[in-house]
């Protein structure tokens, strides 16, 4: 069985909330449920983490490595344009892959959103797909 941490960053708790129609209607509990079912055919176990602190984003990423995960989904959020510590935790946990994932279509969105300083970092950035995102993230670590 593989084990895979799924980050949310900054804001992600308000998903269902803010801007419907760039993030859609589901909640957090319910995006979590939505990845849980979508991937339940495969052998993974899935650990869930949400936080606005970049210092805890930054603790769960290193748990990752002690803790012996396989591999890591994270959407770090507006984390994305301007957190290197994030971006060294995941430097830190190398060899685990990391795959950085975004909702929206950060690339034709304003111009700072474009900018992701965690990517480099990560083995792939999956952007504009939605919910699915986090799947095609989840299947990337599979095959990796």
Do not use: W
């Not at 603790?59 to 971006?87: K, R």
């Not at 995941?90 to 685990?96: G, R, V, Y």
């Not at 690339?107 to 900018?115: L, P």
């Amino acid at each position: 069985m593989i084990k895979i941490t799924v980050i949310n960053g900054v804001n992600l708790n308000m998903l269902g909330i803010r801007e419907k129609g760039v993030y859609g209607t589901l909640d957090y509990k319910g995006l979590c449920e939505y990845i849980a079912d979508k991937i339940k055919s495969y052998d993974v176990e899935l650990r869930f983490f949400q936080s606005n602190s970049e210092g805890e984003i930054v603790d769960c990423i290193h748990s990752c490595y002690f803790e012996g995960y396989d591999g890591v989904v994270i959407n770090p959020g507006a984390h994305t344009h301007y957190s290197y510590a994030i971006f060294d935790a995941i430097k830190a946990i190398a060899p685990i892959p990391v795959v950085e994932v975004h909702i929206s279509d950060i690339h034709s969105r304003e111009d700072f959103r474009k900018i992701s300083v965690t990517a480099p970092a990560c083995v792939r950035q999956i952007a504009g797909m939605g919910y699915d995102g986090y799947i095609e993230a989840i299947k990337q670590l599979i095959r990796n």
